[in-house]
């Protein structure tokens, strides 16, 4: 499909919303109408991109045909999706493809796209495994869930937004994927941050000590990502320790509707329920770190 057949709304301007509209507008793509609760920041983007600005989610599907939608978690996603209210998305289903981004509970996925179809809709998961400078530049990891149709309509758009484009299978089933990685990848975050925290204890450079970790069975890729900034103390915030929480607590939630206890994700998500608690929500992933370095616990 030709980049000039897609009409695109945006639901959902904050850090990643607001740069994948960026990375198609360069690319010429046809940016209609963006939305966000907070309406400042839908309105300043629409100035950058020259595109309305509206205040409900309905009036972005309107003149819409592709839909993407970037919230942050279940609640904000039945609330856009809401039947039988007249600002919901719903209100304007048919003919529209809707693109859902954002790492929710698997059952949520298929209710949504349930509710699209029956209103003669189409609708498909893109999980992201990505972080800001991916949504800016295109590269980002999507596992995509939904009818096969759906994806490879989807799939020219897709590719403009991503370096890594997977089908995993029908709805829900990218949402099972993307929660086993979060899962996975927070509790490697986690187990750094101890690693950091009882070598910086016992008084040992931790630059080398991060160096002998790259080198040895202790490798990850978090160590990349969050290691230099365990040790600085530098959490500006890619993704926040609140996301870390919601997404661990959706892997512990499928792990005890099939009778699996998952001890080490358990303790994860409440180390970042820990940072929630004490303030620190908001903070990179990386802010576990806080917990677990010895001369930083009183602070």
């Given at each position: 499909?030709?980049?000039?057949?897609?009409?695109?709304?945006?639901?959902?301007?904050?850090?990643m919303?607001?740069?994948?509209a960026?990375?198609?507008?360069?690319?010429?793509?046809?940016?209609?109408?963006?939305?966000d609760?907070?309406?400042?920041?839908?309105?300043?983007?629409?100035?950058?991109?020259?595109c309305r600005?509206?205040?409900?989610?309905?009036?972005?599907a309107e003149?819409?045909?592709?839909?993407?939608?970037?919230v942050?978690?279940?609640?904000?996603?039945?609330?856009?999706?809401?039947?039988?209210?007249?600002?919901?998305l719903?209100r304007?289903?048919?003919?529209?493809?809707?693109?859902?981004?954002?790492?929710?509970?698997?059952?949520l996925?298929?209710?949504?796209h349930?509710?699209?179809?029956?209103?003669?809709?189409?609708?498909?998961?893109?999980?992201?495994?990505?972080?800001?400078p991916?949504?800016?530049?295109?590269?980002?990891?999507?596992?995509?869930?939904?009818?096969?149709?759906?994806f490879?309509?989807?799939?020219p758009?897709l590719?403009?937004?991503?370096?890594?484009?997977?089908?995993?299978?029908p709805?829900?089933?990218?949402?099972?994927?993307?929660?086993?990685?979060?899962?996975v990848?927070?509790?490697?975050?986690?187990a750094?941050?101890?690693?950091?925290?009882?070598a910086?204890?016992l008084?040992l450079d931790?630059?080398?000590?991060?160096?002998?970790?790259?080198?040895?069975?202790?490798?990850?890729?978090?160590?990349?990502t969050?290691?230099?900034?365990?040790?600085?103390r530098?959490?500006d915030c890619?993704?926040?320790?609140?996301?870390?929480?919601?997404?661990?607590?959706?892997?512990c939630?499928?792990?005890?509707?099939?009778?699996?206890?998952?001890?080490?994700?358990?303790?994860?998500?409440?180390?970042y329920?820990?940072?929630i608690?004490?303030?620190?929500?908001?903070?990179?992933?990386?802010?576990?770190?806080?917990l677990?370095?010895?001369?930083?616990?009183?602070?």
């Amino acid at each position: 499909m030709a980049q000039s057949k897609f009409r695109i709304g945006i639901v959902g301007v904050g850090r990643m919303g607001a740069n994948m509209a960026r990375r198609l507008h360069d690319l010429t793509y046809q940016i209609v109408a963006v939305y966000d609760t907070e309406g400042s920041r839908a309105q300043a983007l629409a100035e950058e991109l020259g595109c309305r600005a509206v205040s409900t989610p309905a009036q972005v599907a309107e003149p819409a045909d592709t839909i993407l939608t970037v919230v942050p978690d279940d609640a904000a996603m039945r609330h856009i999706y809401a039947p039988n209210t007249a600002d919901s998305l719903l209100r304007h289903a048919d003919d529209r493809l809707f693109i859902n981004c954002a790492t929710l509970s698997p059952a949520l996925q298929a209710e949504v796209h349930r509710l699209v179809e029956d209103r003669g809709g189409s609708s498909l998961e893109a999980c992201m495994a990505s972080s800001i400078p991916q949504a800016r530049q295109g590269t980002l990891y999507l596992m995509c869930g939904g009818r096969r149709e759906v994806f490879e309509r989807a799939t020219p758009l897709l590719k403009d937004l991503s370096a890594h484009l997977r089908y995993i299978g029908p709805a829900g089933d990218a949402a099972k994927v993307k929660a086993l990685v979060n899962m996975v990848m927070n509790a490697n975050t986690a187990a750094l941050a101890e690693g950091l925290g009882l070598a910086s204890a016992l008084e040992l450079d931790l630059t080398m000590v991060r160096d002998v970790f790259s080198q040895t069975g202790a490798n990850s890729r978090v160590l990349e990502t969050d290691g230099e900034d365990m040790q600085q103390r530098a959490h500006d915030c890619y993704f926040s320790a609140a996301h870390a929480a919601k997404d661990s607590g959706i892997a512990c939630s499928l792990a005890a509707q099939v009778g699996l206890d998952l001890p080490l994700a358990k303790a994860t998500y409440d180390q970042y329920r820990r940072l929630i608690t004490i303030g620190k929500g908001e903070w990179d992933k990386s802010a576990v770190a806080e917990l677990t370095f010895k001369e930083r616990l009183a602070r």
